[in-house]
T-cell receptor, first 114, second 111 residues
Framework: ETGVTQTPRHLVMGMTNKKSLKCEQHLGHNAMYWYKQSAKKPLELMFVYNFKEQTENNSVPSRFSPECPNSSHLFLHLHTLQPEDSALYLC?????????????FGPGTRLLVL | GEDVEQSLFLSVREGDSSVINCTYTDSSSTYLYWYKQEPGAGLQLLTYIFSNMDMKQDQRLTVLLNKKDKHLSLRIADTQTGDSAIYFCAESFAGTYKYIFGTGTRLKVLA
């Protein structure tokens, strides 16, 4: 257990559905991240929040919409996704945004878009 | 640009040592990390090394850093079947929170 939980663990959705991924960290960290992990590709950083403020949007399509209501919770709202969006979505947190702060990852949500 | 490369697969016999290699292009990194990902799980931090160090040992794990060759390795002594997983190296840089991850090496331990 890393102190970062994600729900659901698995999700199957159609291209017209709307769903949300949830991440919660119990580490007292101030920074939270969304990553996309696709097969045989490096992890792709999607969004970064620090003290609930978004500091990074790494050219992510608008069909992905993040929300950070407080420093412990992070959501990723999904709508009108494409099959190529099928991947493992990982949430991570760190104490803050300094390079020496280790990022701790959740178990991920495996998403399949039909 | 930044690039971190790893071989895709490694197979070893139980009890042998495993060596997982990683090469990177940007030598200005501050920290270099090794993460382990078991099936169906997220990334678990195994160990990390500060860029001004050459070696770090932590129980069965030994990290070697060759800055001249931009090469990082993870040696697992007495490899067990529970070590079967995907291993990612990553580097971070001063002044930024961004990690650059490798594509991962899938380690298979044969009984």
């Amino acid at each position: 257990e890393t102190g970062v939980t994600q729900t659901p663990r698995h999700l199957v959705m159609g291209m017209t559905n709307k769903k949300s991924l949830k991440c919660e960290q119990h580490l007292g960290h101030n920074a939270m991240y969304w990553y996309k992990q696709s097969a045989k590709k490096p992890l792709e950083l999607m969004f970064v929040y620090n003290f609930k403020e978004q500091t990074e949007n790494n050219s992510v399509p608008s069909r992905f919409s993040p929300e950070c209501p407080n420093s412990s919770h992070l959501f990723l709202h999904l709508h009108t996704l494409q099959p190529e969006d099928s991947a493992l979505y990982l949430c991570a947190s760190s104490q803050d945004l300094r390079a020496e702060e280790t990022q701790y990852f959740g178990p991920g949500t495996r998403l399949l878009v039909l | 640009g930044e690039d971190v490369e790893q071989s895709l697969f490694l197979s070893v016999r139980e009890g042998d040592s495993s060596v997982i290699n990683c090469t990177y292009t940007d030598s200005s990194s501050t920290y270099l990390y090794w993460y382990k990902q078991e099936p169906g799980a997220g990334l678990q931090l195994l160990t990390y090394i500060f860029s001004n160090m050459d070696m770090k040992q932590d129980q069965r794990l030994t990290v070697l850093l060759n800055k001249k060759d931009k090469h990082l390795s993870l040696r697992i002594a007495d490899t067990q079947t529970g070590d079967s997983a995907i291993y990612f190296c990553a580097e971070s840089f001063a002044g930024t929170y961004k990690y650059i991850f490798g594509t991962g090496t899938r380690l298979k331990v044969l009984a």
